[in-house]
């Protein structure tokens, strides 16, 4: 377990200054809590890197660096998974009710064959009575009885041979659906892998972004602030890409008063702000809007007021 102590200055820590917040300031110096530095993109790399040789002697491989598996969605994947799971149970349940079918079958045979073994026996205790009459009237009723005897006992050979390809092709479909499984499975983790590889790419890239060309975090976060204030797409782009003004008519909303606040022909654009590097403002007829919001939101707190009082003193004259 780390638990991150330091006592490093907080980052924001100017900006912050900008924006009134009700909270206690801690001292200078005071230890608090940051994970800034052993959680960045390189040490969790270097952490996976180390766990992966101190464990190879226990056969444990790290797993793959780069990787371009292509993923698709675990509903996709699990869709179709259900969806062969389906046909296969449905084929089990026919093969299912085919054994049954023929299990009947045979039981009724091995039944008929008890009976008929009863009257075998029965036939070979007067045979040897009938043998002498048999040699002058002939032995064609006891030749009928053993190849009908013949007959039966193959139509039983017969089903326990059908019962036993019934068996072995139901193996033989589970044994398929353990393999598309386990083949799915794998298919899965390749193209998570590689998801993963493209990911680690994409966040190298952004972090050099961010790092040559400090400007662009600071633009990723204004335009995050315009659009939660109510511009435009198209605004958006004037104001930051081209950093031209604009004029706006209507509503802004503020997220901190919660409120949104009515203007015309009011003059909008972004600036370089003076009091500290790569950062920017929003300002409204050249005054931040911050501020801006806050002196409308004191306008509407004093016509509420005004409105209050008024409507008391009016109701002091009724009679």
Partial sequence: MVIPIVQTERRKKKSEKLVKKNYRKKQSGAARLSANDIMSRQKLKAYQDGYALAMAKYGLKRGIVGSEARHT?????????????EDIQENIGLLLAEKERAESGLAKIKSEARTEQ???????????????????????????????NGKLQGEVDKRDNLIRLLNDH?????????????????????????????????NEIIGKTFKWFPIMREMLQMEKFCKSAGFTQEMIDVLLAKRKPIVCSGKLY??????????????CKIEDDLTEEHKLVLTINRQPIVLWFTKQWEKLQQNLRNSVQKEQKNRGFKL
């Fill in 73 to 85: 969605t675990t509903a996709q994947y699990y869709r179709d998974l259900l969806n062969q799971t």
């Fill in 118 to 148: 009863l009257k075998n026996k029965a036939t070979d205790a007067m045979t040897a009575i009938a043998s002498g009459v048999g040699s002058l009237f002939g032995s064609g009723k006891l030749k009928e009885l053993e190849q009908a």
């Fill in 170 to 202: 139901m193996r033989m479909q589970e044994e398929r659906h353990s393999t598309e499984t386990h083949r799915q499975q794998e298919i899965h983790r390749q193209e998570l892998n590689m998801k993963m590889k493209k990911i680690e790419e994409l």
């Fill in 254 to 267: 503020s997220t901190q008063h919660r409120q949104s606040f009515q203007i015309k022909d009011a003059v």
